[in-house]
Nanobody, 127 residues
């Protein structure tokens, strides 16, 4: 089992930045691909970004490309999401997730059923 805990959410003005963290425990995430997702009220869960377990490959949802950066530190068992140029439409609960089973360069497709999920952290960007 892998336990995931997100932190770093909050209220930030449009154009501002936040850095989300995802702390893993229970097992090392060294061989897990990791991802960030978000869900706004009344909307379906949306893929945000994913990173291979080696950290060498990343992918992003179209709505965040060029503004968000995913990274990980396997030594610390952590994953991060740097969010810049935030917009009101980025308001959502952000979740981190872990997926097992792939090679060092594998990134799950956005619709993949990840194995473990955190409880989420709220990000609010007011109008």
């Amino acid at each position: 089992q892998v336990q995931l805990v997100e932190s770093g959410g909050g209220l930030v003005q449009a154009g501002g930045s936040l850095r989300l963290s995802c702390a893993a425990s229970g097992r090392t995430i060294t061989t897990y691909a990791m991802g960030w997702f978000r869900q706004a009220p009344g909307k379906e869960r949306e893929f945000v970004a994913a990173i291979s377990w080696s950290g060498s490959r990343t992918t992003y949802g179209d709505s965040v490309k060029g503004r968000f950066t995913i990274s990980r530190d396997n030594v610390k068992n952590m994953m991060y999401l740097q969010m810049n140029s935030l917009k009101p439409e980025d308001t959502a609960v952000y979740y981190c997730a872990a997926a097992a089973g792939g090679g060092r360069y594998w990134i799950p497709p956005p619709e993949y059923e990840y194995d473990f999920w955190g409880q989420g952290t709220q990000v609010t960007v007011p109008l």
